[in-house]
């Protein structure tokens, strides 16, 4: 299944899959436009074809929120930096440029995001759309650095919108899901380069939950991962720094972050997969592997880090209120089963931002994330746990395994109808369509 470097569209050829490997489509074709007005016409042509069109990044979503029987757009020719504001602290980026290559870029020009989540394989768009996040007690998800927007609406045409430019847009589109239009340029909000000091250390769990309230408040990014059939903690704590730079040295960098948890940790779950009994053994021996380690590196080097190992993921957000509860909960369930769960669960923070559709819409989050290794049997694990976050009125987030539908999302976000309404207005005939945004938000 191949896409042509001139932008013109291509034949389907082939299956596309997600990076999961648990979502699959057969486009009827594809399309990689080189330029906001061959993109254009492309949605035109699907118009008049009658196929839907999507959007495509690098595949990192365990939803089918970019699978399409239509119209695959595929923005690898989108690529790269506009222009950077240093006057208004900004940077617009073309919407298929990696996130690790704006990364690298704005650190070049000594510039960067205020936050990020844990990796940056993923496009610009494509995260953004979704919802991506990292933790932050005061910063929020990567849509909520957004300031401007351009995207290409159902009937082709290209429509930019901000806090003043079409701002009923811009309170939506900056998490629009891929239902309002395929966006191709993005607008963030920067600040100069600064250096963040990383903590990371063993913690038992009852610790960090008796403790959750403080270690939230007194830290600019706390999160923890939980290894299931323990009651260990790996604990991460991101502050501002005055520096000196000290990174982790590259052979302990490599031992730690290549060798032990991607190599080991993928033999491990190679052996758990095929072994089941063997997995609590295998957890309380991973949650030992790593020591405490303190550094201090530019912002990307700490916020993220390589994941090599394939999963399929659920997260949920839930009030940060109800954050210890539901790990409770959640290790009750798994204590209490014969369930056998290999990878560690993660949680995080944000704070209440103002777009319709992120999961953190109006309300301070923490988000508990569960993985299990890929080709492991995930849906016991995952539908009781998705039956604990949703009795604490649980968001799904956009781009992760869930069941949730229409009549169940419009309860727990107060701008749903909003979000529906302008849907309506911009693409009544469903251009962007397809199952899943039938099933989050009605035909």
Known sequence: MGSTASGKTS???????????????RPAREAAPASVEELAAVVRRAAEDGLPVKAVGTGHSFTAIAATDGVLVRPHLLTGIRR?????????????????RLNAALAREGLSLTNMGDIMEQTVSGATSTGTHGTGRDSGSIAAQIRELELVTADGSVLTCS?????????AARIGLGALGIVTAITFAVEPLFLLTAREEPMPLERVLAEFDELWAENEHFEFYWFPHTGNTNTKRNNRSAGPERPVPPARAWFEDEFLSNGVFQVANWIGRAVPATVPGIARISSRALSARTYTDIPYKVFTSPRRVRFVEMEYAVPRAALVATLRELKALVDRSDLRVSFPVEVRTCPAD??????????????????????????????EAERIFTAHEGRPHWGKVHTRDAEYLSRVYPRFGEFTALRDRLDPERRFRNDYLRRVLGP
């Open 11 to 25: 034949g389907g050829t082939g299956t596309w899959r997600n990076w999961g490997g648990n979502v699959t489509a």
């Open 84 to 100: 950077i504001d240093r006057e208004n602290m900004t940077v617009t980026v073309a919407a298929g440029t990696p996130l690790k």
């Open 163 to 171: 806090a003043r430019e079409n701002p009923d847009v811009f309170a």
């Open 354 to 383: 103002d777009i319709a559709l992120s999961t953190a819409s109006g309300r301070d989050s923490a988000y508990v994330a569960v993985h299990m290794f890929r080709g492991t049997p995930y849906q016991r694990y995952f539908t």
